[in-house]
């Protein structure tokens, strides 16, 4: 599986987009891109994913560009309670997650 | 609809006994998981089941780590003997056939002294 990179940490201010980022240069062409996001003491929740297209649902939109080498998570409108650690992950369809160290979004009043 | 199930929540040991961890997975999912969570880190795959089949299990310790699904329902993760590094969360997941899209548990917190 691809290898993904997103920064450790973002701040969000409540009510605003936050825009979290994740770099997979590596990806194959039948490889999709999810992501999930872990909020304290939970286990894992999955938000979204896609393989070319931009997709929406309601937690959230995905983002990916042209060439598939990054893609954006975007939560349009920032609750505290987005406050959580979101993985991005490049997998098959089928195959194993493979989660890195995601990003931590703090959402701040 | 009820989720994924795990007990206990919390379990504290000394090092050498055994420990077991119990999960339900959503009805209907035939596929199950079993993570390892350390510390700010995210979780590893340990094991996946299809039906009552463990078709992944390469990265689980077998020299003191077993797993089983009898029945392709409920499954259960021993350790014995825990060890002082097996300390962290034990999450378990399920879904619908084998999907990306995966339903996890709230995680049993193991702490071995």
């Known amino acids: 599986d691809a290898k993904t990179t997103q920064p450790p940490s973002m701040d969000c201010a409540e009510g605003r987009a936050a825009n979290l980022p994740c770099n997979h240069s590596t990806i194959s062409g039948n490889e999709y891109v999810y992501w999930y996001r872990q909020i304290h003491s939970q286990g894992p929740q999955y938000i979204i994913h896609?393989?070319?297209n931009n997709e929406t649902n309601e937690m959230a939109s995905l983002i990916i560009t042209e060439d598939r080498k990054s893609s954006t998570l975007i939560l349009p409108h920032a609750t505290l309670r987005d406050t959580a650690v979101y993985y991005c992950i490049v997998t098959y369809a089928g195959n194993m997650l493979t989660f890195g160290g995601g990003t931590r979004l703090m959402v701040k009043p | 609809e009820a989720g994924v199930v795990q007990s206990p929540r919390y379990k504290i040991i000394e090092k050498k006994q055994p420990v077991a961890f119990w999960c339900n997975p959503i009805?209907?999912?035939?596929?199950l998981y079993w993570y390892l969570q350390n510390l700010g880190q995210g979780p590893e795959l340990l094991i996946r089941?299809?039906?009552?089949?463990?078709?992944?299990d390469s990265q689980l310790p077998k020299d003191r780590f077993s797993a089983e699904r009898l029945k392709g329902v409920d499954s259960t993760l021993k350790i014995q003997p825990a060890e002082l590094g097996d300390s962290a969360v034990y999450l378990c997941a399920s879904s619908l056939e084998i999907d990306n899209e995966q339903f996890f548990g709230p995680g049993t917190r193991l702490t071995v002294l």
């Open positions: 009805s209907g999912h035939n596929t």
């Open positions: 896609g393989l070319k």
């Open positions: 089941y299809e039906n009552e089949e463990a078709v992944d």
